[in-house]
């Protein structure tokens, strides 16, 4: 099952909680992200990292026009920390 992200809200550091269509919600770390290099060394940047977008048609937070993440892969992420 596919679950858009309509709503994301900044927490702490690297933390961001996130919502679902399906009313799932929960918080995602991203402190991995920045470990991974590449596009993502962006991330390290924390006022880079703070300025996201919910793009309504791909259903996820994406970073300028540059960086994405698939909705599952947060999903799967908010669902590991006990979705509510």
Known sequence: MLCDVIKAEYLEEYKLKIE???????IVDFLQYCKRGGVFS?????????????SK?????????????????????CE???CT
């Open 20 to 26: 679902f269509e399906d009313g799932c919600k929960g």
């Open 42 to 54: 962006k991330f390290q940047d924390l006022n880079f990292f703070t300025q996201f977008t919910v």
């Open 57 to 77: 048609d791909l259903g996820t937070i994406v970073w300028g026009n540059e960086i994405d993440i698939a909705p599952e892969t947060l999903y799967e992420k």
């Open 80 to 82: 590991q920390n006990h």
